[in-house]
Structure formats: structure tokens, C-alpha cells
């Protein structure tokens, strides 16, 4: 059901409040590290170094979190829902790719100590991160959070306050990059799922995608306080820009496409399963 209600402006007031300091400095921050990172691996190994395709794709990521949550867009989001709309794109699917694709965790573990790099890999080989990488996990906490948000009051209940702007942002972000790490992460991951698996995965947020914009222009089971040509338009650009992040999605997903070869006798099958299971600890070795 349309509510034809005036969006809340509940947004950052203008000038240099938390609201634009806070976020500037932590995209400045992680572009400043990342930096700094590449710059060690690079110094460590000159004949491998580190892509620059990787930094470009890391540091676009930032620039597109900065443009959504920056003004202008960032004021024009708490008055207009076709606007929030714009910063659910860039935060939870435009912006994890890039980020993603920037390999920040192979990254990290090229240039940390040993001992630090091995605490790592023991942290992503933990049944709470794998339980986290699940590709239904992470499909429900992306797809299922936006029926959750829009078809339920939850929307209304968390932009009641201004704190509650920042809460969706994290979710958003979070909730994309794991999604974008499960189904084409260039990040090790101890028991990544087969190509098949993910794109099935992709496929699902693809329908769960089209079906909730379809019933937001509908109006069916709508609970957003906002306009109703709002809400359509909010609608249109979730269909669309979203057909376009899914498709870049994709297109990734087939650079991390590794077709699995038939294994040999049961020793060799041992090997092999050992061997998977220490490939992060590998990856240390080498770094």
C-alpha cells in the first residue's frame, strides 16, 4: 500500500558536521592504508608486486561509498526515496565490487607479519566466518533483508531517527560485500562454493531483486512512508540499476570460474583435500 506521506528530512544538516567529517575520514583512511599496503608488497616482491587493476578497482569502491554518502546525494536521500533508493545501489552492490575485486584480505596477507597473517587465516577458516560465507547466509542477509526493509515497517521504524541512516548503510555495505565475496571474491576462502553453486546464488538475488522492485511499483505489501510516484520511481532504478550491478556481478564471477578435474586413486584424493584445506596457509608462505 502507497503511503503518500512526506519522507522524513531527517537527514545531516549542511556544513561540516559528523555526518560529512566521519565518513570522509574513514574513506580516506582505508584508501590511505590500502595504499600504503600496496606500496609494501610491492617493495617486498618488486617482480610480483601488486596489480594495479586491483588498486583502481579498491579505490573506485571508496569513490562510489563517497559519492553515496556524501552530499549532494547524501541530503537528497533522507527527502526523497528515489534517492535512497540511488544509495542502496552504490552502497550494497556498485561499491562492494569494486571493493572486492581490490582483494583487500590477499592484500593484507602479503604484507603482514607471519604471525599476524597465519592469526588471520585461522580467523577466516573459523566456523563462524564459514557459516557467514555460506551462500544462503550470505543470500538472505542481502535479498532477504531488502523484503525484510520495504515490505515490512522495519524501513519506517529504523529512519524514525537519523543514527538509523547509518545503520542501513553498514547493513547495506556489509551485506553486499559478503554476498559479492561468496559468489565472485578473488579473496581466499577455505571452502569457496563451486561455479554452479554461485550461479545459482546470483541467480536467486537476481529474481528476489526483480520481484520485490515489481511489487514496490505495484504497490503490494509496501511499507515505506513516501509518495507513491516515489515509491515507483525508487522502483524503476532498483530494476534497472540493479540488472546492471548483477550483470557486472556476473561478469566477475566468471574471472573466479575454476572448473574442478576428476581426482586419481585415493592417495592422490588426500592430497588433494589436504591440500585445499591449508590453501590459505599456502598463500602465507608464499607472501
Keep these: ?30 584508501a590511505a ?49 528515489r ?55 550470505a543470500l538472505a542477509l542481502s535479498t532477504g533483508g531488502l523484503a525484510a526493509l520495504y515490505l515490512t515497517p522495519l524501513h519506517r521504524a529504523i529512519t524514525a531517527a ?3 541512516h547509518w545503520i542501513l548503510h553498514i547493513h547495506f555495505l556489509a551485506a553486499g560485500c559478503l554476498f559479492t565475496y561468496v559468489v565472485a571474491g578473488h579473496d581466499p576462502a577455505p571452502r569457496r562454493p563451486g561455479g554452479y553453486t554461485r550461479l545459482a546464488c546470483l541467480a536467486v538475488a537476481i529474481a528476489g531483486h526483480a520481484v520485490i522492485a515489481q511489487m514496490m511499483y505495484g504497490g503490494l505489501w509496501v511499507r515505506v512512508d513516501a509518495p507513491a510516484s516515489e515509491i515507483q520511481g525508487a522502483a524503476e532504478i532498483m530494476y534497472y540499476g540493479g540488472d546492471v550491478a548483477e550483470l557486472l556481478l556476473a561478469a ?27 590453501g590459505l596457509g599456502r598463500q602465507v608462505v608464499r607472501s
Design 83 to 137: 534517492g535512497h533508493m540511488v544509495q542502496h545501489l552504490l552502497v550494497g552492490m556498485y561499491a562492494p565490487l569494486g571493493l572486492m575485486l581490490g582483494a583487500p584480505v590477499t592484500l593484507l596477507l602479503r604484507t603482514l607479519a607471519v604471525a599476524r597473517a597465519r592469526r588471520l587465516t585461522a580467523l577466516l577458516g573459523s566456523r563462524t566466518v564459514r557459516l557467514f560465507a555460506h551462500p544462503a547466509v
Design 1 to 30: 500500500m502507497h503511503h503518500d506521506l512526506p519522507h522524513p528530512a531527517s537527514g545531516p544538516a549542511t556544513g561540516l558536521g559528523w555526518e560529512l567529517v566521519l565518513p570522509l575520514c574513514v574513506l580516506l583512511g582505508c
Design 162 to 164: 537519523p543514527v538509523g
Design 252 to 278: 566477475a564471477l566468471v574471472t573466479t570460474w575454476r572448473p574442478r578435474r576428476p581426482l586419481r586413486g585415493t592417495r592422490r584424493a588426500g592430497r588433494a583435500r589436504r591440500a585445499l584445506g591449508s
Design 33 to 81: 592504508g590500502y595504499l600504503l599496503r600496496v606500496r609494501r608488497a610491492r617493495s617486498r616482491n618488486p617482480g610480483r608486486g601488486w596489480p594495479s587493476w586491483r588498486t583502481v578497482s579498491f579505490l573506485t569502491g571508496l569513490g562510489l561509498l563517497a559519492v553515496a554518502l556524501l552530499p549532494p546525494l547524501a541530503q537528497v536521500a533522507h527527502t526523497d526515496f
